[in-house]
């Protein structure tokens, strides 16, 4: 399941982990785009000869025979990140793209995304689109991009629209060279913190349509769970500070948001602690009275 020769055009990066069964339409998807000009790296993050490899490893075999098929064993679980990572490091295509193995795309995705990156100036690194979200109740929800050009600003913030998400964007792999790759020490937020990096450097360009799809029958993701996501928030707090000091109001907004992960994680003295920093940092802020009823109400 394997090409050698001439590079891709795009390298796909799937991380997976024991979940053999929703892979097969994540790869489906991958292999069904229209744009054919690429290789599908299938990162599996479990030890080689484990019941769950080899699982992954028999479906691949059973059901796809398609050479710009990649299967890498990731030794010794290092998380999605690590998995990321080392699809980036195996990756020969010019841009790279992220699919979870829980989530699928549209056949015109990858053909689109690539004509624009075509066109679009050096200093954009990014293309973004958007996104179907299927909910457990049967309801769809559109989801758009709405952050363009230099987003450093409204990433810090979170506000100003949908952020991008890494099963939506195709990414110039020269990026990564520029601004490293995926923190695998933060338990949660990692690819926040990538987009913070790389919208230093990089403009972000998007195409409005959903081309992708984000699905309720995903398995439990890491930042489902409340521990990790307090860490990796304050993880990337901790690397962002100096940016946040010297912007006041973003600081406040980022604090009050701190605040409200604390809450649902069940730290009200933290939250309320975050909170209080946020007031003093910006007491005429509208946003306090929103955060504090949501804090009184958790």
Not at 67 to 76: D, S
Not at 141 to 168: C, D, N, Y
Not at 216 to 225: E, F, H, I, W, Y
Request: net charge positive.
């Amino acid at each position: 399941m394997s090409q050698q020769g001439t590079a891709p055009q795009v390298s796909v990066v799937m991380p997976t982990y024991r979940r053999a069964q929703l892979l097969e339409r994540a790869v489906e998807s991958v292999l069904a785009q229209t744009f054919t000009d690429f290789e599908l790296l299938i990162v599996d993050d479990n030890v080689d000869g484990h019941p769950q490899q080899l699982a992954t490893s028999k479906v691949l075999q059973a059901r796809f025979s398609d050479q710009r098929l990649r299967y890498i064993i990731n030794q010794g679980e290092h998380g999605g990140s690590g998995a990321r990572n080392a699809g980036i490091a195996e990756a020969r295509g010019g841009y790279v793209a992220f699919l979870d193995d829980d989530e699928d795309w549209l056949p015109e995705k990858l053909a689109k995304q690539v004509t624009l990156l075509d066109q679009a100036p050096a200093e954009v690194g990014v293309v973004d689109c958007g996104f179907f979200d299927y909910k457990a109740d049967g309801s769809v929800r559109q989801a758009r991009p709405k952050m363009q050009g230099w987003i450093l600003e409204r990433l810090l913030s979170k506000t100003g629209g949908r952020a991008p998400k890494l099963s939506t964007m195709l990414c110039r792999r020269e990026v990564f060279a520029r601004v490293g790759v995926f923190d695998t020490t933060l338990p949660a937020r990692e690819d926040y913190d990538l987009y913070l990096r790389i919208s230093r450097h990089y403009q972000f360009v998007s195409l409005p349509e959903p081309l992708s799809n984000k699905r309720s029958d995903a398995g439990q993701r890491l930042t489902g769970n409340p521990e990790n996501f307090v860490k990796g928030f304050e993880g990337v707090y901790q690397k962002i500070l100096p940016e946040l000091q010297r912007r006041p109001a973003i600081h406040a907004i980022y604090l009050l948001k701190h605040a409200e992960v604390l809450a649902k994680a069940g730290d009200k003295p933290q939250a309320w602690k975050k909170y209080h920093e946020a007031k003093r940092l910006r007491l005429f802020n509208p946003r306090l009275v929103t955060y504090g009823v949501k804090l009184l109400r958790s």
